[in-house]
């Protein structure tokens, strides 16, 4: 299974769109989002993916009953979903990863946010991934990201937008 991720639209609703687009275009079957929507209006964009769309609140995610009126299955973190045969913890910031060590070796793959920093390295767990997409919004670096991640061989990709 493709998987679509990113985290860190921060209410870019041009960037949103182009990573919503630049996804689809790479064969996501399904987004994941890991936080730091903002506002409804970026969740509204973020919702047009054609596919299941997955996430967790980030710290600067202040109308939570706005956005959880348009999207009801968002989540706080930490989320374990199942998908693509892999046990995948969604949480924004990866600091809270200490306060829950078992979560951590549980998953195949763990995506985060919160640093704006893209980055893809090995879990705690033996042949397991971090994932941290970047920022789709590409307010601080200039430089906005998404990930790619294909369950059936557990890689992950670096898209530039």
């Known amino acids: 299974m493709k998987i679509g991720i990113m985290s860190d639209s921060h209410d870019n609703v041009p960037m949103i769109r182009r990573a ?21 209006f970026a969740v509204r964009e973020i919702l047009k993916f054609r596919g299941a769309v997955y996430g967790c ?15 009801p299955e968002v989540a706080d973190p930490p989320r374990m979903l199942t998908l693509g045969g892999r ?7 990866l600091d809270s990863l200490e306060a829950m060590p078992d979560e ?8 985060f946010g919160h640093t704006h920093e893209p980055a893809l390295e090995p ?9 941290n997409p970047g920022e789709a919004g590409g307010w601080l670096s200039g430089k906005p990201t998404v990930a790619m991640l294909d369950t059936d061989t557990l890689q992950a990709k670096i898209l530039e937008l």
Not at 57 to 71: Q, S, T, V
Not at 87 to 93: A, M, N
Not at 123 to 131: E, I, Q
């Open 57 to 71: 609140f980030g710290n600067n995610d202040g109308e939570k009953a706005g956005i959880r009126k348009l999207w």
């Open 123 to 131: 879990g705690r767990k033996a042949g397991s991934l971090r994932v």
């Open 87 to 93: 046990r995948i913890l969604l949480i924004h910031d």
């Open 20 to 40: 919503v687009e630049r996804l689809q275009k790479e064969g996501a079957e399904c987004l994941i989002h890991a936080g730091d929507f903002v506002a409804p």
């Open 104 to 111: 951590g070796r549980k998953a195949d793959v763990v995506i």
